[in-house]
């Protein structure tokens, strides 16, 4: 598959009850549990948790990148522009990766080769999936290095890695990633490691290309307020497990899950000068999730006998929105303090 | 209770075939503070900014090239010797990662009571006494005093280096990035601890971080720093409300909020200039929104911001003459116009 | 405020392990380790125990019975002084295993202390020390250890002091690069604002966590001691008769291997196994010690 296909009906992403799990001392270990969500075309989706719930290994399942050993997708589907992408080969897959969906990752410093210039790995993955000469690739590289924002493309195409300052290598990840004009782009932590002001600009950046080249948009963070700047509608993961699913306003404005009501109120940024309230308790390990609802031994609203008896389904609770509550309809959850 | 003054810093970042230095990064130039009795100071930068480096040099972990530190009235940065290692116990570090600052190979019990053994203040018998006093003063509990590093999560480890850096009742406590390694509901719940160990305990905080969120919520005062030099310095309350200088500004605009946005985003155009060979003038005008001739030229001394009640200081040539050139930049100071309102 | 500090849901913390049990627990794993050490522990108490084990006295020559082949009164025959060659093995595994392992006792003291000193203090005694080292490592082994057992006289105790003092340069590196490694932690520089002295501070940091690549060199360093002594013994400047190594076994032995390859054989065999044990269980203790693969949870 080289250009982009004929636009299909329906969602461009579709993961259905996904289960990845990983091998330890201790036997198969599920570390994603029944993970559903879709992406329309053009759309920008956050995915957001702490560490450890998961949403890493989600991201990774969708391109295809989990590592065999030790890891495996063991249930679920996972369909991409009418293509179910489980049921592809590495070949397939390696077709697909780059051209049609592409990922950034965290790490600006360790996502390039310090042994090529950025033009040259910018124009290698053009060529390998569109073909063409070098020439081709190379004014195509300069021209997506102008994309990215990076002065003076021209001349910075002929630079190594080692030039460029953080942000600038970020953009230039992204350039390598969009390069195929993608229809998906999955952005885990892209700026986690970036300082606050370069932060800014690489999301106004990743803001003005979504709307430009109108491709979607998956964004893994930990970081409730990235996640709100950019998205139309946010997951919330916990312990392997999405709990909760809303437009990403109505999310912050009336959590309808504990967890997420949590997230919002041990933040800092939200209540200058009053008092924070931590979550109590620690996230528990992959292999001893606790029964019933994961979420149930640090919620102040857990009620004994109904949330920890069964494992609670993720429902519908409005269209549009989810949540994994037995208690979801009860319960009036604190969202942002209004300014 | 602590004073900075003058504080100067430089490492060597390249040296030639023989050994001698050929590039420069002067990673502190000049920096002054104070810090009161059971005063928070918030220190915030990006990197580059030299927060770090200033921690360390407070800390006498590194040798100041120029200025001094007093602590209660004593000159730490002239003591040496023996002298300056009993000084240590007044100024005390929680450093950033977790997973290294505890060495894994020793027990939490011998960990935490460190520092009191090198100063010979407790013998064998007392030890595990004192650890347990100690951990249960963070947060833990007493039966965790013989474990290992590797045992505890990341936010236990924190506190297992809170506990260390308290056991030799320091009156200054430099946190250094304490708590940027970790999750948003461990963060909060450590902050907690440290404030309710600042309640309990009198101690004076030095909290750098590069998160302005953080910072505000833990300090009452706040110095913002670039590139080797304060750039701004205020109470918690002004400087998020009414931010002077340009960087500080780009700062708080560029937070990620859940709010609606009340800033208009300021966002800097360009990247931070090589450390080693920075902009002449005023550090900041290669990516200042509002830069004029005379900020090519001429570097902006910290001084106090004109028009305001409270004693905020800021390095910029737009707040130390008594007009405000926001809206308008322009070379020479028109006359006084009274000092309008922030722009909210 | 919330007024308690102790976390209510601070989970109970899981009964660990102390390094040491880790890694007991992780060196049992490894088959090839295990065997290793087995027949590492069966070589050192047969020499322990060869004054009772041995079947004859190892010095009692019978010129009648000489180079005779396997027997049942003889189970590895006889040498050409009529010698019974298992008793003479058993003696000489001891004098072997004790030469290699006050060596590689003499390689340590010299070397790691030193290493320590250079990686940690470094500055004048770093580049002095160093630049020694680096000396002494440019000849060639088995010359600088015959310069020393020249210069000293010809006998077993020199033959020791040549191989610690040729083998020294090499933990001194070990050690230095680990120490340089180690200075640079966390944890060091934490130690160093609750002031801790620097001498704590090497021998309560620095040292534990140099002791894993250290361990194994050490290792490795016995079985090369093994072989060495065997080299120097086989020229002859080693051991003196009536005592025997392996080496000097197989050194008075190759004039007669057409008629009895056995004399060379067997102490050949000797050492190529114990040369191997010491090194598979050096590999055994670097998996077991090596650091955690991050598993993803």
Known sequence: MNGPPAPAAGPLLAVEHLEVCFATAHGLVPVVTDVSFTVDPGEVVGLVGESGCGKSVTSLAVMGLIPDPPGRITGGRITFEGDELTALGN?????????????????????????????????????????????????????????????????????????FSGGMRQRVVIAIALVCSPSLLIADEPTTALDVTIQAQVLDLLRDLQQRLGMAIVFVSHDLGVVSELCDRVLVMYAGEVVETAPARRLFDAPRHPYTSGLIACRPSERPGTTLRPIPGTVPAAGALPEGCHFHPRCAHAELGRCDTTAVELLDVAPGRSARCVRTAELQLPGVAPP | MLVADGLAKTFVARRDLLGRATRHVAAVDGVSFTIAPGETLGLVGESGSGKSTVGRLVARLLAVDRGKVHLAGRELTALRGAELRQARRDVQVVFQDPYASLDPSWVVANIVTEGLRAYGLVGHAEREERAVELLELVGLRADHVRRYPYEFSGGQRQRVAIARALALEPKVLICDEAVSALDASTQASILLTLEELQDRLGLSYLFISHDLAVVRHVSDRIAVMYLGHIVETATAAELYDDPRHPYTQALLSAIPTLQPRQRDRLTLVGDLPDPSDPPAGCAFHTRCPEAFDRCRSERPELSAVAGSPTDRLAACHLTSSPTNHREEPCPEPTPPVPTPTATN | MTATAVNPAAPAVTRGESPLQRFRRRYAHDRAAMAAAAVLVLIVACAVA????????????????????????????????????????????????????????????????????????????????????????????????????????????????????????????????????????????????????????????????????????????????????????????????????????????????????????????????????????????????????????
């Not at chain 3, 058993?90 to 790691?112: E, M, P």
């Not at chain 3, 065997?230 to 004039?255: D, E, H, K, N, Y």
């Open chain 1, 91 to 163: 070949a397939a897959m390696q077709r697909r990766r780059g051209n049609r969906l592409a990922m950034v990752f965290q790490e600006p410093m360790t996502s390039l080769d310090p042994a090529f210039t950025v033009g040259e790995q910018i124009a290698s993955t053009y060529r390998r999936h569109r073909g063409g000469t070098k020439r081709e690739a190379w004014d195509r590289a300069i021209e997506m290095l102008d994309l990215v924002g990076i002065p003076g493309a021209k001349a910075r195409a002929g630079d190594h890695p080692h030039a």
């Open chain 3, 50 to 297: 060869a004054p009772l084990v041995a079947p004859h006295d190892p010095d009692r020559q019978l010129l009648t019975n000489r180079l005779q082949a396997f027997s049942g009164d003889h189970l590895l025959g006889t040498d050409d002084l009529g010698r019974d060659v298992l008793s003479r093995l058993l003696f000489a595994s001891r004098v072997s295993l004790l030469a290699a392992l006050q060596a590689t006792a003499i390689g340590v003291l010299l070397g790691v202390p030193t290493g320590l000193v250079a990686g940690y203090v470094r500055g004048i005694a770093d580049q002095l020390l160093s630049r020694i080292a680096d000396a002494m490592m440019s000849i060639p082994a088995l010359l600088l250890a015959l310069a020393i057992v020249g210069v000293l006289e010809p006998n077993l105790t020199s033959a020791m002091v040549a191989i610690g003092i040729v083998y020294a340069p090499r933990l001194f590196r070990v050690t230095r690069a680990a120490a340089l490694e180690i200075r640079e932690e966390t944890f060091v520089e934490a130690a160093r604002s609750v002031g801790a002295k620097p001498w704590r501070i090497v021998s309560g940091h620095v040292l534990p966590n140099v002791a894993s690549p250290l361990l194994v060199q050490i290792s490795l360093s016995l079985g090369f001691a093994v072989l060495f002594e065997a080299s120097i013994s086989f020229l002859g400047l080693g051991v003196q008769p009536p005592r025997a190594s392996w080496g000097s076994m197989l050194g008075r032995s190759t004039r007669f291997f057409e008629q009895s390859p056995h004399l060379v054989v067997v102490p050949g065999l000797m050492i190529l196994v114990t040369v191997l044990v010491f090194n598979v269980i050096g590999d055994g203790i670097r998996d077991a010690l090596g650091r955690e693969v991050r598993r993803m949870q």
